[in-house]
Every structure is written in structure tokens, then in C-alpha cells.
């Protein structure tokens, strides 16, 4: 079974950046595509950003394209969120999650517990 642990979220302005981690274990990290998923209270949780096995296959959510970059490193067993240019539309629960391609939030396998991520105005 496979264990997902993120890190990194906070409270930031407008504008501002943070960086996302998912440290995974007790499985084969390569073996599974990645994701990073977000809810906010009240709404359902939704699809932001995956990355296949190898990294060759990467898609983001509409609003985040330009803004936010997904990549992994399958040594460290890790996959990362870069976060720029944040709007308050991006404060929620960001989730990290692992299974196959493509990735949803149903064929997602595992999941982490969540970071906060806010963004005041």
C-alpha cells in the first residue's frame, strides 16, 4: 500500500508563490502516475495538475496552466507542486494522489491527507 504524505502549504498574498511536496512510501513510486488534486470547503474536490510515470505526460486544470508546474522525482520519490502568480480562486485543501493515467479523482488510487493552501487578497 502506498503512503502520501504533502507538505508545504501556508497562508500567501496574491501574487505570491509556495511550493508543494508529496513524499510517498511503501510502494514503487514509478510505478504510479501522480497527481495533485484541491477542494474547497463547500464544493467538491477537483482535478489540478498529473504527471505520468516517467514525466513525459503532464496536464493541468485550465485556470492553473501558465501559473502552476507539476514534476516528480522518482529517485526522491516525490512529487512537486510549484505554485505561482497565487489568487485567492486557489485557497483550498490541496490533496496529492497516485494511480493510473488519466487521472482522476476516481481512478486515483491513494491519497494523502491534504495541505492548506490560502490566499488572501
Known amino acids: 500500500q502506498v503512503q502520501l504524505v504533502e507538505s508545504g502549504g501556508g497562508l500567501v498574498q496574491a501574487g505570491g508563490s509556495l511550493r508543494l511536496s508529496c513524499g510517498a512510501s511503501g510502494g514503487t513510486f514509478s510505478r504510479y502516475a501522480m497527481g495533485w488534486f484541491r477542494q474547497a470547503p463547500g464544493k467538491a474536490r477537483e482535478f489540478v495538475a498529473s504527471?505520468?510515470?516517467?514525466?513525459?505526460?503532464?496536464y493541468y486544470e485550465e485556470s492553473v496552466k501558465g501559473r502552476f508546474t507539476i514534476s516528480r522525482d522518482n529517485a526522491k520519490n516525490t512529487v512537486y507542486l510549484q505554485m505561482n502568480s497565487l489568487e485567492p480562486e486557489d485557497t483550498a485543501v490541496y490533496y496529492c494522489?497516485?494511480?493510473?493515467?488519466?487521472?482522476?479523482?476516481?481512478?486515483?488510487?491513494?491519497w494523502g491527507q491534504g495541505t492548506q493552501v490560502t490566499v488572501s487578497s
Open positions: 504527471i505520468s510515470r516517467s514525466g513525459g505526460s503532464i
Open positions: 494522489a497516485a494511480g493510473q493515467v488519466p487521472l482522476t479523482t476516481t481512478r486515483a488510487g491513494y
